[in-house]
């Protein structure tokens, strides 16, 4: 068996925005996703993800050359599930020139599904760094982080930045422009989750973003000053000006907002954080529900979160300063 693990991550900046090439700013956080791999002989795919549930049923898979599914519940919701750890499979077959290569494949997870900490990401890097070592095959890590990239970008219908992708598999604080991808020095950062419970479909919130967008300039010029959030906050950073940063991610939440993508439990536990005298707040990922993200060095922020109706889970998060991690 081969096992690889990748984080998950917060954006402090400039997620839906860097769909459309404005700069982003995610941080790698020390909550991870392993993906163990055994080759079979008979060029099945077999998934066995125990965390993931859809509406109440935990699914074992047989993937794309396998025998189906034994849960009753429609294809297309089985796509949506499986699609990211077929896709990642498709890759390991094209790099390593194994077209009939079959796995076993275990996931195990401490990074909640669909609610804006990169479970996707952090799934798809593992499985593929840990399926192309069980064939031989250790791929660089920009080369791991594009063929992760691809995978998204497949699943999420040609709706993907590198953003996710790159920082689940370098670590560290990253900066994405386009495919101008980079780890940059970030300081130490006292980093707050709260957590509804909930998630948000990323490919149906991010086409909600290009539908706004193009029909309203000014929603095209809310994505651009999101732009403007992440590079002012870029100089923050660097500066370790944590007020800074507070304000800027209190700004970039409302942009958010205007495009349409928070929630109510989200907008009460960012509030819940501003109160708490956070240095600043904001939804995190493709939002809908799911997670926030604020910025307080004191227990203030987390004592209010846990008892904020509608927040599921309040903890703190370390960055992640490895990426991808060769376990076995
Ligand atoms: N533990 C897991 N086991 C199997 N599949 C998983 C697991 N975690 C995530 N996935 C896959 O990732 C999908 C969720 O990805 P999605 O992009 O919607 O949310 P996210 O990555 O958690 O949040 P965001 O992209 O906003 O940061 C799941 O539907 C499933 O296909
Ligand atoms: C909403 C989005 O910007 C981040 C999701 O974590 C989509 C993407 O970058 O692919
Ligand atoms: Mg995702």
Redesign the pocket.
């Known amino acids: 068996m081969t096992l690889s693990s990748a984080p998950g991550k917060v954006y402090l900046f400039g997620e839906h925005a860097v769909v459309y090439g404005e700069p982003a700013v995610p941080c790698a956080i020390e909550r991870r ?1 392993r993906v163990g791999v055994q080759q079979r002989d008979d060029g099945k795919l077999r998934v066995n ?1 125990e ?2 549930s859809l509406d109440g049923f935990t699914v074992e898979y047989d993937g794309a050359a396998g025998e189906g599914p034994d849960v009753d519940v429609s294809e297309s919701l089985l796509d ?6 077929d896709g990642a499979i498709e890759q390991v077959r094209e790099v390593t020139g194994n077209d009939e290569a079959g796995f076993d494949v275990t ?1 195990e ?1 401490d ?1 909640p ?9 952090a ?1 798809v890097v593992a499985a593929i760094d840990a399926a192309a070592r069980e064939l031989g095959v250790t791929l660089d890590v920009d080369e791991l982080a594009e063929r992760a990239y691809r995978t998204e970008y497949q699943v999420q219908d040609g709706q993907a930045s590198r953003a ?1 992708t790159f920082c689940s598999a370098t670590g560290g604080a990253v900066r994405v422009e386009g495919d101008d991808c980079r780890v940059i020095e970030a300081p130490d950062l006292p980093i707050v989750i709260g957590f509804d419970g909930g998630a ?3 490919g149906q919130l991010v086409s909600g973003v290009r539908t706004l967008r193009e029909e309203y300039e000014f929603a095209a010029d809310t994505v651009e000053a999101i732009g403007d959030v992440v590079r002012n906050g870029e100089d923050a950073l660097a500066d370790g000006d944590l007020e800074e940063l507070g304000r800027l991610m209190d700004f970039n939440h409302g942009l958010l907002s205007a495009l349409g993508v928070s929630s109510r439990s989200l907008d009460t536990m960012v509030w819940a954080a501003r109160d708490a005298d956070a240095y600043g707040a904001k939804l995190t ?2 939002g809908g529900g ?1 997670c926030i993200v604020a910025l307080d060095p004191t227990p203030e922020t987390e004592t209010a979160l846990s008892f904020t109706p509608g927040c599921e889970d309040a903890f703190r998060a370390e960055l992640a300063d490895e990426g991808v991690k060769r376990l076995e």
């Open positions: 996703a993800a965390d993931l949506a599930a499986m699609g990211y750890v996931i997870s990074i599904l669909g609610a804006g900490l990169g479970s996707s990401a799934v996710d948000g479909d990323t990922g493709a799911g």
